[in-house]
């Protein structure tokens, strides 16, 4: 079955570099974000990995975990994260998943029920475990992004995305179009003209549907 947004996220229990987790409580109260990549050694996912770990005060910034996952297994991670600890230049403090019987990709639909490894396997056959989860701390989808294995995640649109999912978080608010934190923001049509006043401050209206109002800090 396919993972929408706003379900709840599978749980399951893992083995990762740092010992074995159950998700859901490795969660905790926290944002998530559980980030993929087909195979350990390979240089585009070695660069994203770099980049997660140099974020790490914005991670914390936010109270968001991350965590990485592959399907290779726990002691390719961590040999693996000492060439990503050196192209970053930073400690890759995260835990990366061990999914070497494919259930944690499957469980999210990363690939298909009947996918499996073959010997001698490259990463093309694994090429969809390359998505990004963004998972609130109702355990509930609330974005993924999907990429092929030639382009490199931005994580300063997965920064940018996780501010404004926050800010959103249950409000009626929402993010237009190429928002940065402090940008003005859109109201819901769930609030008329005076109750979004008297909640948000002055509005600009542009269109009836379409008002904004300064970010709330």
């Known amino acids: 079955m396919a993972l ?93 998943i061990a999914d070497e ?34 998972i609130g701390p109702d355990k509930k989808l609330k974005l993924q992004m999907t990429y092929p294995m030639t382009i490199g995640r931005n994580f300063g649109e997965v920064l940018r995305a996780l501010d404004a999912l926050q800010l959103t978080y249950g409000v009626p608010l929402a993010a237009p179009a190429n928002w940065e934190v402090g940008q003005d923001v859109i109201v819901a049509t769930s609030l008329n003209n005076e109750q979004a006043a008297e909640k948000y401050g002055e509005l600009d209206i542009k269109l009836p549907y379409l008002r904004f109002v300064k970010s709330p800090s």
Not at 34 to 52: I, N, Q
Not at 62 to 72: A, F, L, P, Y
Not at 110 to 122: K, N, V
Request: charged share 25%; aromatic share 12%; proline share 6%.
């Open 4 to 96: 929408r947004i706003n379900d709840t996220v599978p749980d399951f229990t893992a083995k990762t570099d740092k010992g074995e987790i159950s998700f859901h409580d490795w969660i905790g109260d926290s944002w998530a974000i559980l980030f993929s990549h087909p195979k350990d050694f390979t240089p585009v996912c070695t660069t994203e990995f770099g980049a997660v770990a140099q974020l790490a005060p914005e991670w914390e910034k936010r109270g968001t975990k991350v965590i990485g996952i592959s399907v290779d297994g726990v002691e390719e991670h961590k040999g693996w994260k000492g060439d990503i600890e050196s192209f970053a230049g930073t400690d890759a403090t995260f835990p990366i």
């Open 101 to 134: 019987d494919l259930v944690v990709a499957k469980l999210f639909d990363m690939l298909p029920a009947e996918a499996y490894l073959p010997d001698g396997r490259t990463p093309a056959d694994s090429a969809t475990v390359r998505s990004v989860f963004i």
